[in-house]
């Protein structure tokens, strides 16, 4: 019995109306239309989809940490840069107050946990006048230990013996 003949189409799953198969195009439309009838997407799509979203959010929160350290990082240089203004303000380098060795101290105000050294040395023979004194200003950066430094040359003129 032919199908085409009689009416009905034969199809894997069932048969439909001739009429109904040649609308759809035959019987490879028949077939099609069982096969699209599945919707979704399979398993292996969606773990696919699954890690490279994982990997883009990864990227992006990588991205995000980085950009937080360097502004914390900049945050402390700046606050460094401060105390060091406020440090010349309150203990300026001038003739009396040249003398070689080193002085250190707590740095006031907020934020806490900065200190602060100066050493001054001559540079070359003492009695040329020309020292170099060193200002540092440190802290401790998750368990770093960071500085800034500063070094400025004061000429005194030569000394008289």
Partial sequence: MDGWKDGWVGGVGGALPAAEAVRLGGMHACMRSRRMSRT???????????AIASTAL????VAATKCLRVARVAKNYENA????ERLEAAHPIGEDDIAQGESSGECEGPPEGYAWTRSVEPVGEE???????????????RGSNTFEQVTTYVYLGEKEE
């Fill in 127 to 141: 009695r040329d006048g020309l020292y170099r004194v060193r200002t540092r200003i440190h802290w401790s950066d």
């Fill in 81 to 84: 840069r401060h105390f060091l």
């Fill in 58 to 61: 990864l990227a992006l929160l």
């Fill in 40 to 50: 979704g997407f399979t398993l292996v799509e969606v773990i696919l989809a699954i």
